[in-house]
């Protein structure tokens, strides 16, 4: 595929490309091309002149474009899902279910909230100095957002950032992971089909210790929203912080999912699994460390394996599969290495441990203590369950805010009041109550506490992330 330029598709100048790879059978799919820098200040410099255009389309025009875009997302989403499958390694029918919720859920969403998004006016009078001057409030494009993407689920972070960024009347220019960026790439192709100004749609390919660092130093984005690691995230705004770039960053996760005595069981056992076995293990929010009281540690674990035991494992585009391979070999190759460190450590493998090319098994690991890495801010995005056997629920609180990770979280037990009291003692950015932590719904805000991130994404934060604010005074203009 090519990547996107004033809605136009095009090459690399330099004509270099990158392969993309199916990780579960190691098949090629297609090409990229691999941007130069001149490619990406191009791309930069069009959103730029788009955005102007753009902009001045009506909201509601700009709502009946990006409601055609849905219905053409709708259309082709077999496709879509089918291209995201291969390319990741994920079973097609999540993806499909992913689409599903796009159309119907997020994308209208966003495209609704904006209409009703109101500027304010401030009270005449309220002071000494303005008894006659009118004061209003109204919000106004922030100009060039650079979405710059991560691998595990790159259609839904496309949409939470390009949706908003277009409503509001921005530019974008796109920076998939390069792992997977063929689905990324169709669904930018149809918003040109839907009818938005070409020249707002930009999508540049490319390694991301390049052409994201081009698109971090360039002075004309005015707002980068990222979805990646940490790591990358410091990067990000480290070097757009010479602009004073406004960053948004959903970052990495550790989350714990802690397990009372008093809880549901089999309920958390179904939650572990529907929690940590999608996208293989491979999601920010899925929960890392599973905290469970010593009363029930057996029971749990006992049930765990005989759950996770069952997962069927197989190719993206078979029927009835649940886990494919991770993004690629290497991947699978840190993750075991993740495995074997924690073993090192003193962890006991109670299942899994084992890899075959891209797949990593399920893999639990017990005997996990409070002072391995694991258990506190190694990140392993993987199908891995390490369990951290404690006394009482303050060595539960003690152990899940002891990471510089504060992404999500979850608490299991019978008792409300109990959970409840455990959730506003998290440094998390989310808890959820008897479920796993992955939770996500477009009205609430969406981000992490601590090196989880900065910001917060959802209908009312990205819509405000995504605009400035611009008071207008009519001095003395009430009598
Ligand atoms: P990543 O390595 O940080 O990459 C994310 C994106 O940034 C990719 O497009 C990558 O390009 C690009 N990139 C890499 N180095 C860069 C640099 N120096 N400057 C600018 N851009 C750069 O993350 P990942 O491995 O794809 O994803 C896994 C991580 O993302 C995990 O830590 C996970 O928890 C986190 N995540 C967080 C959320 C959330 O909402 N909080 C959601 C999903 C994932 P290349 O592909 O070319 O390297
Ligand atoms: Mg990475």
């Not at 939650?271 to 999601?283: E, F, L, T």
């Amino acid at each position: 595929m090519k990547m996107i330029i004033g809605g136009i598709k095009v090459d690399s100048r330099s004509k270099e490309t990158v392969d993309v790879i199916c990780p579960s059978d190691g098949k090629f799919l297609d090409v990229v091309p691999v941007a130069t820098e001149e490619d990406v200040k191009e791309a930069i410099e069009t959103a730029k002149k788009g955005q102007k255009l753009w902009s001045k389309v009506s909201l509601y025009e700009r709502e009946r474009i990006l409601k055609r875009y849905i219905e053409l997302v709708d259309e082709n989403k077999e496709g879509i899902a089918e291209i995201l499958s291969l390319e990741q390694g994920r079973p097609y029918q999540q993806n499909l279910s992913d689409m599903y919720s796009q159309v119907n859920n997020i994308l209208p969403t966003y495209i609704d909230a904006y209409k009703h998004f109101h500027g304010k006016t401030t009270q005449p009078g309220a002071y000494s100095f303005n008894k006659n001057d009118f004061q209003v409030v109204v919000r106004e494009p922030v100009g060039v957002v650079a979405a710059i993407i991560a691998y595990n689920s790159p259609v839904t972070i496309l949409y939470r950032k390009v949706i908003p960024a277009l409503i509001t009347g921005n530019a974008i220019v796109v920076k998939p992971a390069t792992d997977a960026p063929l689905a990324v790439i169709r669904c930018m192709e149809l918003l040109v089909e839907a009818g938005v100004t070409p020249e707002a749609i930009n999508l540049v390919t490319g390694s991301g210790s390049k052409v994201g660092k081009w698109i971090s130093e360039n002075p004309h984005v005015n707002t980068i929203s990222f979805t990646g690691s940490t790591e990358v995230g410091i990067d990000i705004i480290q070097k757009s912080s010479v602009n004073l770039t406004r960053c948004h960053l959903e970052l990495g996760g550790n989350d714990a999912f802690i397990i009372l005595e008093d809880a549901d069981i089999d309920l958390a056992v179904k939650s572990a699994y529907s929690g940590r076995i999608p996208v293989s293990g491979q999601i920010c929010a899925s929960p890392k460390r599973f905290i469970v009281d010593k009363k029930i540690v057996e029971e749990f674990t006992d049930k765990l394996i005989a759950a996770i035991s069952k997962v069927t494992i197989g190719q993206p585009m078979d029927e009835n599969v649940e886990l494919c391979g991770l993004i690629n070999e290497k991947a699978a190759i840190q993750a075991l290495e993740q495995v074997e460190y924690t073993v090192k450590q003193g962890a006991k493998i109670a299942l899994g441990g084992e890899r075959h090319k891209a797949v990593l098994l399920p893999t639990v690991l017990t005997d996990v203590t409070k002072d391995m890495d694991i258990a506190q801010s190694m990140e392993v995005f993987a199908p891995v369950f390490p369990i951290i056997v404690v006394e009482n629920e303050e060595e539960a609180v003690e152990i899940a805010n002891n990471t510089h990770y504060g992404l999500s979280g979850s608490v299991f037990s019978k008792d409300m009041r109990r959970a409840m009291h455990i959730a506003n003692q998290l440094e998390t950015g989310q808890v959820v109550i008897n479920s796993h932590g992955w939770y996500l719904n477009p009205d609430q805000p969406f981000g992490g506490y601590k090196k989880s991130g900065l910001g917060r994404e959802g209908v009312e934060d990205t819509l405000s992330a995504f605009t400035q604010e611009k008071t207008i005074t009519f001095k003395d203009y009430l009598y």
